[in-house]
């Protein structure tokens, strides 16, 4: 029967309306026996309901955009496969927007609000001070994750992440307790806020042990292989002297190794190599890293979670801070 619509099958079914649409909708307030009679009348029929309309009118309704700083950043590609993941479980859909590592988040939004008009925003990464400057001209329900910074206070910001100052100071203490003293440290300058904590992290387990954090051992890097290799071939070519390594992030530990494979070193044997946020291939690379592992699902979960009451009850913002986990693999040994 061509051209068949919904009234049709409801005719046939001896249905009402509103049951067929139950049907079509999966809805569970269908008694079983009416649903498979009413799905075996839409077989025979060959009748597919027209859902594009209504997927279209829903995904209007119910999306969120992900603003992404930083294209280059492995632990942001895993992380938004699981926020994609969590946002569907409340049925809502991620729209993705990438932006460079130095690009200012918040003029992004805003050109993206006037265009797209989502019902909520997530931050992946982000500078606190474009944050303190513009983040005020955004109106939706909005959450910063895998970052908590104590000098933002808005209505509508949540936060969800580790502790990055703690999560460091765990990294470089577990280097100190293998013996290390020479420490080199790669990471991003200070205006990225997690870099900044990274660093006062990694002095705090220094002064811990009585040791003093070395302006020399400190490579700038932005979180990327390429920019990781040739910071720490400027520290090789600077004749700096250490024993191990703290990298701020995976991507710049991989980055890193290859440097110093490539000059002769082995790692552990000669330089002890410690990451952070513990993305899949950590655990796949020889040798396997020894690293901070931040909880991605969780924080996901967690982002998702709050951004949803804050849409659909009005409720307040919330900071989070989640536990990250020391997974110790090859890369560091004693000394």
Known sequence: MPNMTIKDIARLSGCSVSTISRVINDRPDVRPETKEKVLQMMRESGFVPNTNARQLK?????????????????????FLVQLQRAATLYGYSGIVSYLDENANEIDAAQKILREIKPKGMIFLGGSVA???????SITVPAVLTTLVSDELDF?????????????????????????????????GP?????????????QDAMEDAGLTFDDRLYGLSNYDFESAYHAMNSLLARRAEFTALFAMSDVIAFGAIRALVSAGFRVPEDVSVIGFDGISMSRYCVPVMTTIVQPGEQIALQSIELLVRQ????????????QPELQVGESVRAV
Request: proline content about 3%; hydrophobic content about 45%.
């Open 130 to 136: 474009n944050f303190q400057q513009g983040f005020a």
């Open 190 to 202: 200070a205006t990225s806020y997690p870099s900044r904590m990274r660093r006062l992290g990694a």
């Open 311 to 322: 849409i659909e009850h009005g409720a307040p913002a919330q900071k989070i801070t989640l």
């Open 58 to 78: 829903i995904q209007q309704s119910r999306s969120l955009v992900f603003v992404v700083k930083g294209t280059r950043n492995l632990f942001f590609s895993d």
């Open 155 to 187: 209505p509508n910001l949540s936060m969800v992440g580790v502790d990055d100052r703690a999560a460091a100071r765990t990294a470089v203490s577990h280097l100190i307790a293998q013996g290390h003293r020479k420490i080199a440290v790669l990471g």
